[in-house]
């Protein structure tokens, strides 16, 4: 079994080497030079092409052929000729060819045969892979030659006829004559290796001088003999006659000799020249690939890298015309590049053309080349012209193009583009050793141009990088592994107002608030020694005016090429104001809950003051004024009222209740405060003040005075043990787009800007912070509230201004206020008094609360007016429709259980459209001055209910319905 898978695994590899090449081309172009002179009627190209063997491959002296190739040719050749011994006629005809070429030279130069034969096992390389060959003298004009075959080769009988041939002729360069070759041994008849006993004739020149070697001895020992047998004189003469004769013989082998070794000299100088064109071309090609290579890493433009490497090749090849073409960036087009031999003509055409990549049927060589990667040669254009589509055909006519070769352009096993060069003036034809040097450049093409392409990618990251940097509203920075900045974009400066020269080179706890050293320390070796990341930090940095700036700071570790930490990278994004939007949010937020208490706080609360004040003021227009009972009730009004206008603080804070407004001169209102002020503060508090502006606001006087009285209250309360200054500034300002941004409510535009300062004690951020919150207060109970600041601010809000505050313990605090000037033409409305007005209507009145309903009822009816009750809006609803026209006057409360006022309003306008309706409500979010208008509703009144105001909007109310 196992001697069974060596045999396979031996017969796996011999298939495998078939296709191995192993036999130099010079072999099979001795067999068609044989060919052409023996056999001139055999039609070699269709040998050759059924062989699997071009043209091409046999004039290039560095192509080898595989064992296939030269199996093939030889069985075809037997057929063709009938001839079983041709192998052996070509190879004695190897040495006689032209196709031997410098082998034959190096043959000869080795002077005598037996040189020659003992140098084949050295130049066998050079024609055949296949076999190793060994060579033993035995005697001057005999050798013996063992051949042995390399691993992996099945060598075929024909080739060692082939090889006796050739060992055959190899004598007849030096005597004219072929060797006679015995084979013993031959390993296609079971031996181990082919053994052969080649014998030649001597040369002329060794012959001669043989001769005259053994003339010479003879004639030496016959004048040695015959000294003693003949007379002096004849014996002098006969041993002159044979010196002179051996010298000759001697002379005329030297000249033999001579000739012989000329025409060894003259072998070898050829051999040497053409040794010499080859080194020369080698030479050529080398500076060709380096030049390139010099080219790839110094030229990092494209196009000049292109149209450099062609002048390389125009100046280092020998083909008239060459071109680059590449794949466009979608990989659907080829497209001409650059090139060099074409006319101006020629040049405008190649580049309108485009071949196509995506088309799967495209015959065209060049895209076929691009396709599978592989190059093309072609000697004649014509014998592919059947396989070309008609553009291509059409291509290469116009260019006149007899042969070419193409190669791809591959860089990574992705094709770039093709290389492809034609000769159409010296129509030399071109050679394997073309095609495999441009199969050798063209790599380096595919390096070069991804080099270049590499390097604009990193040019165009820089550049981008640097746009982004340069133009990114963030600060984006750099800093060394000793902590100081390296780098930092111009927004450095736009929001640190630090120049670039201020910053580089200076350690970033040089901008840090003081007490955060460690932290910002211990944050960056955390970046350089553990290469940790910093994401989302919340830091603070000091402008350059000594302002904080509070930011968002991300940060990762700069690494250098090797991969080594040389710093941080930074991007810090400026949160300050965004800080601040949250912080105004939130007192939004809070603004929003307490309102939302607050008006379920004064719905509640004012129900319950109706019947209060109401019961309260009838009983006073019963009593007496001298009675104690009358001074008791008076001081129940009193805090009844007080109860009242708390009730419109919380709403006023909140936002929650609608002023009625008119032009006010805000210049006047503080001047008479100032005034009020001036009495109730103690004397060691200075007055300042600056009123510059008589400009107009539209708003709502009382609450104004309410605002500045507030705000010098509390200064005063800030500097009452130790005394100090009261500031208070008005002028007009105009607000601009960067300052309206800082603060979302305003807008740009006039405004008038109120400014409280004083020089008590100050107050800590954490208390800035939560100073327009009701309710809190740093005063005592006895002292304050904490409503004071809650008010201020939501009148200000609500008359569409903002206010701001800035404190610092022990340096005072100053407020501004900012109002929105006056710019139209608004004519207040001015009041009327006119007399507590009576009737004697009849009126329905609805209310879901009893004690409203029962004080209502005697209000309305102290009045002189004819009432009706009913504490449902759905018993009310059906009473009204049963007798819509027994009542003059429809009073109703706004919220009740089913049926909301607003809805039983409608519905009764829906019976009654001329009905007046007058809706009383504690507090509706819902219900405002302007929708019980557009309802239909005649009067819109907040409770509590207060009898001389309910009984004018009675009167309006039926006046409405008489005209």
């Known amino acids: 079994m196992e001697m069974y898978k060596a045999k396979s695994q031996s017969e796996a590899e011999m298939i495998t080497m078939e296709n191995v090449p192993l036999y130099h081309s010079r072999i099979m172009n ?8 023996h056999y001139p009627h055999v039609f070699i190209d269709s040998i050759l092409r059924d062989s699997g063997i071009a043209n091409y491959e ?7 052929f595989t064992q296939k190739q030269h199996d093939r040719f030889h069985e075809i050749l037997v057929e063709t000729t009938d001839n079983p011994d041709i192998a052996r006629e070509a190879g004695r005809y190897i040495t006689a060819s032209k196709a031997s070429g410098i082998l034959r030279q190096y043959v000869v130069g080795f002077f005598t045969p037996a040189v ?6 050295k130049i066998g390389a050079n024609i055949s892979r296949h076999v190793t060959t060994k060579t033993n003298k035995i005697a001057a004009n005999k050798v013996e030659i063992t051949v042995t075959q390399n691993a992996g080769i099945r060598e075929k009988p024909y080739q060692c006829e082939n090889r006796i041939g050739m060992f055959e002729a190899l004598s007849k360069v030096f005597t004219k004559e072929y060797a006679y070759v015995e084979h013993p041994e031959c390993m296609h008849n079971g031996d181990e290796c082919c053994r052969y006993i080649v014998t030649w004739e001597m040369t002329p020149a060794l012959l001669w001088k043989k001769v005259a070697n053994y003339f010479s001895f003879i004639a030496l020992l016959v004048s040695l003999t015959l000294f003693f047998a003949l007379p002096i004189v004849p014996w002098i003469i006969l041993t002159l006659s044979s010196a002179l004769v051996s010298a000759g013989l001697f002379f005329f082998s030297e000249h033999m000799e001579k000739k012989e070794l000329e025409e060894n000299i003259e072998s070898k100088a050829n051999a040497a020249d053409q040794l010499l064109d080859q080194i020369n071309i080698r030479y050529n090609e080398a500076l060709l690939i380096q030049e390139i290579g010099q080219a790839a890493s110094s030229i990092l433009d494209i196009d000049n890298l292109l149209k450099y490497i062609m002048e390389i090749l125009e100046k280092r090849l020998d083909f008239d015309r060459g071109m680059i073409m590449l794949a466009n960036k979608e990989r659907n087009r080829l497209f001409y590049t650059v090139g060099y031999g074409y006319n101006h003509e020629l040049e405008g055409y190649i580049k309108k053309i485009r071949f196509n990549l995506d088309n799967p049927h495209s015959k065209g060589e060049f895209v076929i080349a691009f396709r599978e990667q592989r190059p093309i040669l072609v000697n004649d254009v014509k014998e592919i012209e059947k396989d070309l589509s008609k553009k291509t055909w059409e291509f290469a006519k116009k260019l006149g193009t007899l042969s070419f070769i193409c190669v791809p352009i591959v ?4 094709s770039e583009g093709i290389l492809a060069v034609d000769n159409v003036r010296s129509k ?13 450049i063209a790599p380096q093409i595919g390096i070069s141009i991804n080099n270049a392409r590499a390097y604009q990618l990193v040019q165009e990251s820089r550049e981008r990088f640097r746009a982004l940097s340069e133009n990114a509203p963030d600060i984006v920075l750099t800093v060394g592994t000793d902590g100081t900045f390296t780098y930092i974009n111009p927004s450095w400066e736009k929001i640190l107002g630090h120049t670039k020269e201020e910053v580089i080179g ?11 050293d460690d932290t910002f320390i211990n944050l960056f070796k955390g970046v350089v020694e553990d290469k940790t990341t910093i994401k989302d930090f919340i830091g603070t940095l000091i402008h350059k005016n000594g302002a904080e700036r509070i930011f968002n700071m991300n940060g990762a570790p700069n690494f250098d090429t090797d991969g080594n930490v040389i710093g941080l990278v930074g991007l810090f994004k400026d949160i300050t104001h965004q800080r601040k939007l949250e912080t105004e949010l939130r007192q939004a937020q809070k603004m929003q809950a307490m309102g939302t208490l607050s008006g379920g706080i004064a719905h509640d609360f004012n129900n319950i003051l109706t019947p209060i004040i109401g019961y309260t003021e009838l009983m006073m227009s019963t009593i007496p004024e001298e009675s104690q009972m009358k001074w008791m009730l008076d001081r129940v009004i009193n805090a009844s009222y007080r109860a009242k206008d708390l009730v419109k603080q919380i709403l006023t804070f909140s936002r929650q209740t609608e002023q009625e407004r008119k032009p006010v001169q805000i210049n006047l209102i503080i001047k008479e405060a100032l005034r009020l002020l001036r009495a109730s503060l103690p004397t060691t508090i200075e007055i300042r003040q600056n009123i510059d502006c008589d400009s107009l606001i539209l708003g709502d006087p009382t609450q104004i005075h309410q605002v500045f009285m507030n705000l010098c209250t509390n200064a005063g309360h800030a500097m009452q043990e130790n005394g100090g200054i009261l500031e208070v500034s008005l002028s007009r300002v105009e607000i601009d787009a960067e300052f309206a941004e800082r603060h979302p409510n305003i807008t740009p535009g006039p405004y008038v800007r109120m400014a409280v300062a004083d020089s008590g004690h100050g107050m800590t951020p954490e208390v800035m912070e939560r100073i327009f919150e009701p309710f809190f207060t740093t005063k005592n109970r006895a002292e304050g509230t904490g409503m004071g600041l809650s008010v201020v601010h939501g009148i200000v809000k609500n008359h569409d201004g903002i206010i701001s505050g800035y404190s610092e313990p022990g340096k005072g605090s100053i407020f501004h206020v900012y109002l929105p000037v006056l710019t139209e033409d608004i004519t207040s409305r001015e009041d ?3 007399p507590l007005p009576m009737g004697n209507e009849r009126i329905l009145f609805i209310d879901d609360e009893q004690s409203i309903i029962e004080i209502g009822a005697d209000v309305f009816e102290s009045l002189g007016y004819d009432v009706t ?6 018993d009310a609803l059906a009473l009204f429709k049963s007798k819509p026209d027994d009542f003059d006057l429809v009073i109703t409360d706004m919220t009740m259980p089913e049926m909301t006022g607003d809805k039983l309003a409608h519905e009764m306008l829906q019976t009654r459209p001329d009905i007046p309706i007058i809706i009383c409500t504690g507090y509706s979010a819902q219900m405002t001055k302007e929708k019980a208008e557009d309802i239909g509703i005649r009067a819109f009144v907040m409770k509590p209910i207060l009898k001389d105001e309910i009984s004018r909007t009675i009167r309006n109310a039926l006046s409405e319905k008489e005209c």
Do not use: C, I
């Open 832 to 834: 009327t008094n006119e």
């Open 30 to 37: 001795s067999y068609v030079e044989y060919l052409k002179k």
């Open 116 to 121: 020659a034969y003992w140098m084949l096992e």
């Open 506 to 516: 200076k350690h970033f706890n040089d901008f840090v608030r003081e007490g955060d």
């Open 411 to 414: 860089y990574e096993d992705k």
């Open 58 to 64: 046999l004039e290039d002296e560095g192509h080898w």
């Open 428 to 440: 030399k034809p071109f050679s394997q050793s073309d095609l495999s040097l441009l199969m050798g």
């Open 869 to 874: 009750t009913e504490k449902s809006s759905v």
